[in-house]
């Protein structure tokens, strides 16, 4: 059974800071593409970025050159580091994992930028 668990969202001032993470059991992330998405309030859920299991990233335009994607294998823990943050990041979070089979999804974390 696989379980995708986020943490680290929080309350933070524009131009601030957060770290995610997505720990996972059940499912081995560097075989297979991670990813993370969001969802603002009355907005649809969009891809914020993604990591593949060949290393590769991809980005939403609003956030390239402040989230960096990663992934500790050792730990299978996929991490959203979010810098320079503004009011526009606020949304729910959600870690997402690509297998071959099907895709899961976390349970979601919430992310609040004041100005």
């Known amino acids: 059974q696989v379980h995708l668990v986020e943490s680290g969202g929080g309350l933070v001032q524009a131009g601030g800071s957060l770290r995610l993470s997505c720990a996972a059991s059940?499912?081995?992330?560097?075989?297979?593409?991670m990813a993370w998405y969001r969802q603002a309030p009355g907005k649809s859920r969009e891809l914020v970025a993604a990591?593949?299991?060949?290393?590769?990233?991809n980005y939403t335009p609003s956030v390239k050159g402040r989230f960096t994607i990663s992934r500790d294998n050792a730990k299978n823990t996929v991490y959203l580091q979010m810098n320079s943050l503004k009011p526009e990041d606020t949304a729910v979070y959600y870690c997402?994992?690509?297998?071959?089979?099907?895709?899961?999804w976390g349970q979601g974390t919430q992310v609040t930028v004041s100005s």
């Open positions: 059940g499912i081995i992330f560097s075989h297979n593409t």
């Open positions: 990591l593949t299991r060949r290393g590769e990233t």
């Open positions: 997402y994992a690509d297998t071959s089979s099907r895709v899961y």
